[in-house]
């Protein structure tokens, strides 16, 4: 069980300020918004189907459940706007955009620091993501907890990345963030900041050399038809928050607002559970699909070149905050 929950009690009463609770009036139709696919394999599609079906657990008939994938609803940028207006009461958002509203989350963007899946989930699912959640509560939104993207791997048309100098010239795409810019460049690269619906199209005509994003998001959206080498870099843990509009919740009772935590709770739960799942199987899937496929010779490398990112955006994140990751981390 997640840690989460612990603190459930706290974020859900942060859904009530600036708004008056309308005790009894169901909310009948709860739009949830994501960028990505609605792929099988897609880890943000997997997510949307876990709040979905632990929600009709936990309260039965009280949603009706619209889906919007694929920037339906406008880039994260304006499904964070729409969160914070009630336009949108569920966003599955990349961290990187969340790091717009609030730069302490570029924490969990920073390059090479967590060595696995379950030492993010317990620094996410512990007292520092907590922090981080807590930030949202002041901006219209109430953050309930981190899904898995998975770890981000780089994929291009230029060369495998086997070490630090591979990366030199190359033109990534990036996420429209400082810190991926920063780590793109600290590595000699050539950082291109886009919109993720611009993307695809820029690989297929050569704007750019290569992106990176986790295996799950390569598969869902076909990049094996436009980009030739994936190299499992794992240089930044996908942290996916699950960001609900203080607006949707203020229509529930206090119970249904504990019962809507509890049920993203699970469903964050069993999500990080098939994404780990799928993913031992994908990346047979994205060779045979054409991709030659790689490991780094030495992350140490790696991360001695994007030290000067750390340094970089310690102050902006937060030092007392940025200082509990590392120790977490190091433990």
Known sequence: MIALKKTATALIAAATLGATALPGLAQ??????????????????????AIAAELEDRLPGKFAVQMFPNNQLGDEKQMLEGLQYGTLDVGIITNAAIANVDPAFQLNDMPFLFADEAQAHEVLD???????????????????????GGFRNMINNKRPVTTPADVEGVKFRTMQSPVFIGMFSSLG???????????????????????????????????????????????????????????????????????????????????????????????????????????????????EKV????????????EALFDKALAAVQN
Request: proline residues 5%; charged residues 20%.
């Open 189 to 303: 690269g050539n950082p291109t900041p886009m919109a993720w619906s611009e993307t695809f199209t820029a690989a297929q005509q050569g704007t750019i050399d290569g992106l990176e994003i986790p295996l799950a998001v390569i598969f869902a959206n076909k990049y094996p038809e436009v980009t030739d080498y994936l190299s499992l870099t794992k240089h930044t843990y996908s942290a996916l928050g699950i960001i609900v509009s203080q607006r949707s919740l203020s229509k529930l009772s206090d119970d249904e607002r504990m019962a809507f935590a509890g049920a993203v709770s699970d469903a964050i739960a069993s999500q990080r559970e098939q994404v780990a799942q799928n993913s031992a199987d994908l990346i047979t899937k994205l060779e045979e699909a054409g991709m030659e496929v790689n490991e780094i010779e030495n992350p140490a490398a790696f991360r």
């Open 307 to 318: 030290l000067p990112v750390y340094d970089e955006f310690k102050p902006q994140i937060g």
């Open 126 to 148: 512990g007292e520092v993501g907590q922090e981080l959640l807590a930030k949202l509560s002041d901006k219209g939104m109430v953050g309930l907890g981190f899904a898995e």
């Open 28 to 49: 009948d139709t709860l739009r949830i918004g994501w960028t990505t696919s609605d792929g099988a394999q897609d880890p943000y599609a997997i997510a949307a189907r």
